[in-house]
């Protein structure tokens, strides 16, 4: 049986809670996880569903509630996180870039770490050189691969065909047909995944 996409954008805040446990989720689970890049941002733009900005309550209660799930996870977290990203876009060109070379996953985990541990927002610097040299990257090498113009049209391909898989919010889990959105779903997506079925 196939895996399960994950698809996510480094800007999502809930994605933290999902890319920093997703390795020992799979290794526990024994199922496979397919990571996939997109640009959430676009996507919400064009829906004109903008969660957070200008809505202050609604953003206290998602640092909070992060806070909580984070804790609950054993992981660390400095908030408020920085946010929004600047640079989105870039951060997630550089993350398609690393998944076709084979060090994308680890380049994720790290800008989550430094942006939501060390206060740095992922896509700009210093976090990203910083989180390129701690896997090993060159980053002059690898921006000037991320800011091609063939990166920048692998990165609208991706999110087109997250929206034809029915995406709009990151973290999302595919299985088949089916769209498990945010975090706290990724436990129902492993249970479809190998039953069609909650429960």
């Not at 610097?125 to 910083?130: A, I, S, T, V, Y």
Request: hydrophobic fraction near 40%.
């Amino acid at each position: 049986m196939d895996g399960i996409d994950f698809w996510f954008s480094i800007g999502s805040t809930y994605s933290y809670l999902t890319v920093m446990r997703l390795s020992a989720v799979e290794a526990a689970q024994g199922v496979a996880f397919d990571w996939r890049p997109f640009d959430v941002r676009s996507i919400m733009l064009e829906q004109d569903n903008i969660p957070f900005a200008k809505k202050p309550v609604k953003a206290a209660y998602m640092w909070r509630d992060i806070a909580r799930r984070a804790a609950g996870y054993g992981l660390p977290a400095r908030l408020p996180a920085p946010y929004p990203l600047e640079d989105l876009a870039r951060a997630n060109r550089v993350a398609l870039v690393g998944m076709r070379e084979g060090w994308g996953r680890d380049y994720v985990v790290e800008t989550y770490r430094i942006w939501f541990q060390e206060g740095q927002p992922a896509g700009s610097e210093p976090n990203l050189g910083r989180s390129l040299h701690r896997i090993g990257q060159d980053p002059e090498r690898v921006t000037g691969l991320a800011d091609a113009p063939e990166s920048k049209r692998a990165l609208a391909q991706e999110t087109e065909a997250a929206k034809a898989a029915g995406i709009f919010g990151s973290p999302s889990f595919v299985v088949g047909a089916e769209v498990f959105w945010g975090d706290d779903r990724l436990e129902d997506a492993i249970a479809w995944h190998r039953h069609g079925r909650l429960g």
